[in-house]
């Protein structure tokens, strides 16, 4: 649920609901026109960080997608945190409240402020045919929070209420652990856990004993195995300093056992071009886990978050590749549905101006293209029974499905990897030993995928691109999905048919529950299992679960169906 409040400026355009105010962060919105220049926008300002956001549409629909977009450009917050804040607010429950006069304590200043410097103002909200018009409206908002310095303060108050409200805890290992190797010469953090929300002076007794023992941390770290990879150790001295003293205990009265997701905030606030910092915390993490302090699946969740571009407000979260807009429309040619919907898109400002002369060029130079080296005419039309298998865990978890031929490799892979209960927020790619081919997404990084090809004598193919009338009867392929955790999955091809009465693509067959996301591939679903059938799972495990405790030896077909339509909703 969400609630909009707003005054007699729009008491004739939107519906008025009786309901009590709710006082939940995130929740509360106040709602008002504002002009900048000749354009007619409106300001949603949440009621208790002061975080505004531009729309040139009055109500939800506009709103929660320019919501949903400057979640994602947030970089201080964890996947886990970003999730939640997304699934917190409901559009779908929309409130209306009047409210005369309004209370939001931020709205009057950020319209003052606009009205004094329209010209600026006038600058920023032009439209630039080579940027979606809602990424010019979200600029709008760094661009407010920057002119009045309170970017910083609306931002921390921000993260705030995300880290109160949802914190990314940590977990102390199982006894015996067999990755804990070091004997700790420093007491375990989480002795100061509460009391360190305190404001605290820094001549404060426990302030000085924190800061003491966060030396011996750092001491034992800089002589440990780990440790000894820091190249500069009088930097990696000061970096950890920083951190753990001036950042977490002085600034947000944390101690580094408190909230994982304050590695992220404090990410935002260095500058790491050499990427000096990010190495030393992480293994200065991994250390932690080594000393008995945390376990390996918060390294791991560190380790995740330390791959993120730590960019604020200032990221382009819609579409603003022009040659991977080229490449998704050379591939759907012969989908008129998909030309319309792109169309549609560029129309209503979803998608920059100057692209529509690629979907005009796209049109023309391909209109009569022959994409024989992407597909097999002969297999084009026919219908392909496959076998999938996930590696290195048994009992054994399978899947089996139908899919067309003129579908992609990509759709195959991530139709796989959605059955087996994956959310696809990971890389991927395919390979097929026989054929000596690696399919992947051209976009992604190639020399990271190097590590996990298996051969350099690869052929390399976009996965985007390549359909699945390339394979063959006898082909074996592998499908690997994300490259932190390792899942494999081994796909063998069962028939293939030239008719099907049923539709496609379906799923005929399932074994096992299925992966789960983040739990430390292979290895973590194996140590959950035998946990779960010893009676004893980890707090970690039931954390990641949100205290529903799963049985891997349990298939739901209903809920297969349900992710499968889900994906297939929302592909395009």
């Known amino acids: 649920m969400v609630q909009l409040l707003f005054d007699d400026r729009l008491i004739d355009q939107l519906p008025m609901n009786k309901y009590k105010l709710a006082n939940q962060s995130f929740k509360k919105w106040s709602l008002a026109p504002v002009k900048i220049g000749q354009q007619h926008l409106y300001l949603y300002v949440e009621e208790k960080t002061g975080m505004p956001i531009f729309s040139d549409q009055l109500g939800q629909d506009q709103f929660s997608i320019l919501y949903s977009n400057l979640v994602e450009t947030l970089g201080f917050l964890t996947a886990k945190q970003n999730e939640w804040l ?3 607010i409901d559009f779908t429950s929309v409130y209306y409240r009047y409210l005369q006069p309004l209370t939001n304590p931020f709205l009057p200043q950020y319209e003052k402020f606009i009205e004094q410097h329209q010209k600026e103002f006038i600058k920023a909200a032009q439209q630039d045919n080579d940027v979606a018009r809602n990424v010019t409206l979200l ?4 661009k407010l929070l920057k002119e009045m310095n309170l970017y910083d303060k ?4 921000f993260v ?10 940590t977990h102390r290992p199982k006894a015996n652990a067999k990755y804990v190797i070091y004997q700790p010469n420093f007491d375990d953090p989480r002795y100061w856990q509460e009391s360190v929300k305190d404001e605290l002076t820094d001549d404060d007794q426990n302030i000085i004993r924190i800061r003491k023992n966060n030396q011996r941390m750092i001491d034992q770290f800089l002589k440990s195995e780990i440790g000894q990879d820091v190249e500069n150790q009088k930097q990696g001295q000061k970096i950890l300093e920083d951190y753990l003293n001036n950042f977490l205990v002085k600034q947000q009265g944390e101690v580094i056992t408190t909230n994982l997701a304050s590695f992220n905030l404090y990410m935002t606030t260095v500058d790491d071009h050499d990427g000096l910092i990010r190495y030393t915390l992480t293994d200065f993490y991994e250390f932690l886990s080594q000393a008995g302090i945390l376990t390996l699946a918060d390294v791991r969740t560190v380790n995740s978050e330390a791959d993120n571009d730590f960019t604020v407000l200032d990221a382009q979260p819609l579409p603003g590749d022009k040659e991977e807009f080229h490449k998704l429309l050379s591939f759907q040619l012969h989908d ?10 560029i129309k209503n400002g979803d998608l920059p101006a100057s692209y529509q002369d690629i979907l005009d060029d796209v049109r023309q130079k391909y209109a009569n293209s022959n994409s024989t080296d992407k597909i097999k005419l002969s297999r084009i039309s026919q219908y392909y029974h496959l076998h999938s298998e996930l590696v290195g865990f048994q009992p054994k978890m399978t899947r089996d499905f139908v899919i067309s031929g003129d579908q992609s490799i990509s759709e195959m892979a991530e139709l796989l990897i959605v059955m087996f209960g994956g959310t696809l927020y990971h890389l991927y790619n395919v390979e097929n030993p026989v054929s000596k081919t690696t399919y992947e997404l051209q976009t992604e990084d190639d020399g990271a995928m190097d590590l996990f090809m298996g051969s350099n004598s690869y052929n390399i193919v976009d996965a985007e691109q390549a359909t699945v009338s390339l394979l063959n009867d006898d082909d074996e392929l592998r499908v690997n999905y994300d490259f932190g955790d390792g899942w494999e999955f081994k796909l063998t091809i069962q028939n293939i048919t030239a008719f099907d009465s049923l539709g496609t693509p379906r799923i005929t067959d399932a074994v096992g529950y299925g992966i789960i996301e983040d739990i430390g591939g292979p290895t973590g679903l194996t140590e959950y299992y035998q946990e779960f059938k010893n009676g004893d799972v980890d707090p970690y495990f039931k954390e990641l679960l949100d205290g529903h405790l799963v049985d891997l030896g ?13 994906y297939l909703s929302n592909n395009i």
């Open 86 to 88: 997304l699934d917190e």
């Open 336 to 345: 008129p549905e998909f030309f319309e919907e792109a169309q549609e898109l």
């Open 154 to 157: 609306v931002l921390a108050s």
């Open 160 to 169: 705030q209420n995300v880290n109160f409200l949802r914190p990314q805890k």
């Open 139 to 142: 600029k709008l908002t760094s």
């Open 554 to 566: 349990i298939v739901d077909i209903n809920r297969i169906n349900t992710m499968v339509r889900a």
